[in-house]
């Protein structure tokens, strides 16, 4: 970390603005590649910061606060923006907050300026997208909107840098002077009873957060009228502050006053009338935006638009990143083997080669789909078409509980849920976030595609190379469409019964702006890529190679005498022992995941699996395809994958000690019901842990999926026995 | 006023935002339903007198997009309902 972002005496500067502003093109464009990314103490919200260099103050520490359109709040994530701006506790207090304003939409732009004045914060005001103005109709007086609002106004446009010396030097200015930039209230209370409502909330705000500034306390006493009430999430309230709060309410309400209505139209009305000072309008043309619009979002070839662009972004994820995930896994069974060749055969060996090099090869195998879709999503929102997604999309995701912009991760989730799980970002609310999250790994991912083919291929054979139009062929194609649909539909109930019983939380309104459509900046959309494949590889990824370490162990300990040098290591688990086939299996049988596998037997057989299977489902816990070369191993034929012929052969062979058949159409159908709702992945949970700081959710994602998993499959096959099936 | 919606009886000069056709003007008249989502309209300036245009609605996605203060936002339908306008 930089020396100037641990300093105590280091300046700090806010960046605020409504959301589609260009915050954080601004914070990217003043800081370069100098950025760190956090999280707010207690909530998943990222949170960036960087070093700043400012003539006459050194470095100074540049933060984003979460884009809003006020600083009263009702949800915990909307309270961070008034922390981060008020310096509340635990955040520390900006010592100049830089306000970005759309210049196209500068009143509305401006009420949130207002209200950071109000708190007697230093101000310097970004006017960005000043080049768009003309555009619109509209001129903007840069200089007379700085003489009423008493603070630094400095048009800008941050994309293509125009502007950033000279509101560098004003940051610099009111950081070395802050009455530049902290003028008066703008607006007075005409309403005595306002007033007084304000003097007594006042009297209750904790010392530590007014810090015995009298126009502070003023602020904030607004703050907690047009905020506080019996249905916010706000945490560590006084009780005392609510008391008033509704107090005040409830006598508002009683003599017909509208204590919110006047609070925001004092600072609209105080707007309005200073508007023609510096702001011209004249009628504008249809923008670019509405003829753009009239296509996409037109209700019959909009809707063709939006599945065309998701096929491609789906397309592009499922089989686009293919060559590049194969190449990764070749490199690493070869670095494996490699290094395991080179070494004295052994414990280490097998440590090195099974397991940690395995173990960064299936974090690192992640990152192609990462990017990629980090790459779509950055172009989605920086042209301002993921608000349209969520407009075309909101009646029937709303109607699962799920926002409008969980359409693309939980599309994602049909690739692999781990970058899907990333992308839940995309949503504001943690409630969003998590719903989405919860949903997105009983999507059919392409993890399960192997397992499906081994099994399918057992529940109707049909000889390869199989004729293309025989029946055999169509059905398989018919029974894989129909896991597909399977999951869907599942995940989508389970979104439905989890919104509303575990994730119950208050509705929220549904206010989504919809921006004009933007040439996306392609350093921020490189850069967010960067981002999240970083923190995915740090945070995430020293979990799951500590799971890959730790599933080795579970599969090769016990060690039996005899040992060999390994010849192929695709993955951990992959070619589980390194020894030759009935010893690998032998050993793989003897170790303590396949004595797991035999002790959870009762809990399986219920579902039709025998011991055997049980290894496999342990294994497969490393990644679902996993299960495929495991039962392989546990059957001496190391090495086959699912078009293998002699491992399906040995399916259809495979008996029950009494001599029944054991892959049975119903015990095949089983098991892909289990694989379909069980959370067999151990990146997935760890992915899940990195988002939500925490093992609570990981854990009751696990659970509910394996129960789920577990009620369905037995209800598959023990109602079709009942049905006479075999 | 349409029939099914006279359960709730207007003010001849009201109607609900829904009911403007595309491209239609109103001024605005009063927010009903709950303080998180008036509050949240009246600080996006959609305050009692000021204009509102609908631009357009999405029948599948099932909201409106309205016009107010050069801004474009989106409103769910069944939000919409709870917003009264005059023509």
Redesign the interface.
């Known amino acids: 970390m930089t020396s100037a972002l641990t300093k105590a005496t280091t300046k700090r500067v806010a960046i605020a603005g409504n959301p589609n502003t260009g915050k954080t093109t601004l914070f990217n464009q003043l800081t370069g590649a100098r950025g760190k990314v956090g999280n707010y103490p207690g909530v998943t919200v990222e949170r960036h910061f960087a070093a700043l260099e400012l003539e006459g103050h050194g470095e100074v520490m540049l933060m984003d606060v979460p884009g809003t359109y006020s600083l009263s709040a009702c949800s915990s994530e909307e309270q961070l923006a008034i922390q981060a701006v008020a310096g509340l506790h635990p955040l520390e207090r900006p010592d100049l907050v830089v306000c970005v304003v759309d210049s196209t939409q500068c009143i509305r732009n401006l009420y949130l300026v207002l209200q950071v004045i109000e708190l007697g914060l230093p101000v310097v005001v970004a006017l960005n997208m000043s080049d768009r103005l003309a555009g619109t109709g509209q001129t903007l007086d840069a200089e007379a909107l700085a003489r009423e609002l008493g603070a630094p106004c400095v048009p800008i446009v941050a994309s293509k840098e125009h502007g950033l010396t000279e509101l560098k030097k004003e940051m610099a200015r009111v950081l070395a002077d802050p009455r530049r930039g902290r003028p008066d209230w703008r607006w007075a209370p005409e309403d005595p009873l306002l007033a007084a409502d304000m003097r007594a909330v006042a009297k209750e705000l904790p010392a530590e957060w007014t810090g015995g500034d009298e126009r502070r306390e003023r602020a904030l006493a607004l703050w907690a009228l047009l905020s506080v009430d019996e249905t916010d999430e706000l945490a560590k309230l006084p009780g005392g502050l609510r008391a008033v709060v509704a107090r005040k309410r409830k006598l508002a309400e009683a003599s017909k006053r509208n204590l919110d209505e006047e609070i925001i139209r004092a600072r609209y009305d105080w707007l309005d009338a200073r508007a023609k000072l510096f702001l011209k309008e004249s009628a504008a043309s249809a923008s670019l935006t509405d003829r753009i619009d009239r296509v996409l979002l037109h209700p019959a070839l909009g809707f063709a638009i939006f599945l065309a662009l998701m096929t491609v972004v789906f397309q592009a994820l499922f089989a686009g990143a293919d060559p590049v995930i194969g190449w990764i896994e070749s490199f690493f069974a070869w670095l494996g083997s490699t290094v395991a060749s080179a070494l004295p055969a052994g414990l280490f060996a097998d440590l090195v080669a099974k397991g940690l090099i395995a173990g960064v090869g299936s974090v690192l195998v992640f990152l192609p789909q990462i990017l990629l879709l980090f790459l779509f999503i950055g172009i989605l929102e920086d042209t301002g078409y993921m608000a349209r997604v969520a407009f075309l999309m909101d009646r029937v995701m709303k109607a699962l509980g799920l926002h409008g912009r969980a359409f693309v991760p939980m599309l994602s989730g049909y690739a692999c849920a781990v970058p899907a799980i990333l992308a839940t970002r995309t949503m504001e609310r943690q409630r969003d976030r998590l719903l989405t999250m919860l949903v997105v790994p009983l999507m059919t991912c392409s993890a399960r595609l192997p397992v499906y083919g081994l099994l399918i291929a057992a529940i109707v054979p049909c000889r390869d190379p199989c004729p293309s139009e025989g029946t055999g062929r169509s059905t398989q194609g018919l029974l894989l469409a129909g896991m597909y649909l399977f999951s869907t539909v599942i995940a989508l109930l389970a979104a439905a019964v989890l919104g509303r019983t575990v994730l119950k939380g208050p509705r929220v309104p549904f206010l989504l702006e919809m921006p004009p459509y933007r040439v996306p900046h392609w350093a921020s959309v490189v850069r967010m890529m960067w981002e999240k494949s970083n923190v995915f590889v740090k945070e995430a990824g020293t979990v799951i190679l500590t799971c890959t370490v730790a599933m080795w162990v579970l599969l090769s300990f016990p060690r039996q005498a005899v040992h060999t040098t390994p010849t192929e290591i695709p993955s951990a688990i992959r070619s589980v022992a390194a020894v030759s086939q009935s010893e690998a299996s032998a050993a793989l049988q003897q170790s303590y995941g396949g004595r797991l596998g035999h002790a959870i037997e009762p809990a399986l057989a219920p579902l039709g699996f025998d011991w055997k299977i049980g290894i496999g489902l342990i294994g497969a816990f490393a990644a679902r395809e996993v299960f495929v070369s495991t039962m392989a191993v546990v059957y001496g034929l190391e090495g086959a994958d699912e078009s293998s012929l002699a491992l399906r052969e040995r399916l259809r062979t495979e008996t029950r000690p009494d001599g029944s058949k054991l892959y049975t159409p119903l015990v095949c159908l089983s098991l892909m019901i289990f694989f379909a709702l069980s959370c067999q992945c151990m990146s997935t949970l760890a992915v899940v842990k990195r988002e939500t700081r925490s093992w609570r959710w990981p854990s009751f994602l696990f659970a509910y999926m394996t129960v789920l998993a577990w009620v369905a499959s037995f209800a598959v096959y023990q109602g079709g026995r009942l049905l006479g099936f075999e | 006023m349409r029939e099914r919606r006279t359960a709730c009886p207007l003010h001849t000069l009201m109607v609900r935002l829904i009911d403007l056709s595309d491209g239609q003007e109103g001024r605005l008249v009063r927010l009903e339903?709950?303080?998180?989502?008036?509050?949240?309209?009246?600080?996006?300036?959609l305050?009692?007198g000021t204009t509102v245009r609908v631009v357009?609605r999405?029948?599948?996605?099932?909201?409106l997009?309205l016009e107010v203060?050069?801004?474009?936002?989106?409103?769910?339908t069944s939000?919409a309902c709870l917003v009264l306008v005059a023509p």
């Open positions: 339903g709950e303080r998180a989502f008036r509050r949240r309209l009246m600080e996006l300036g305050l009692p357009r999405a029948e599948i996605g099932g909201v997009e203060r050069r801004a474009r936002l989106t409103v769910r939000e």
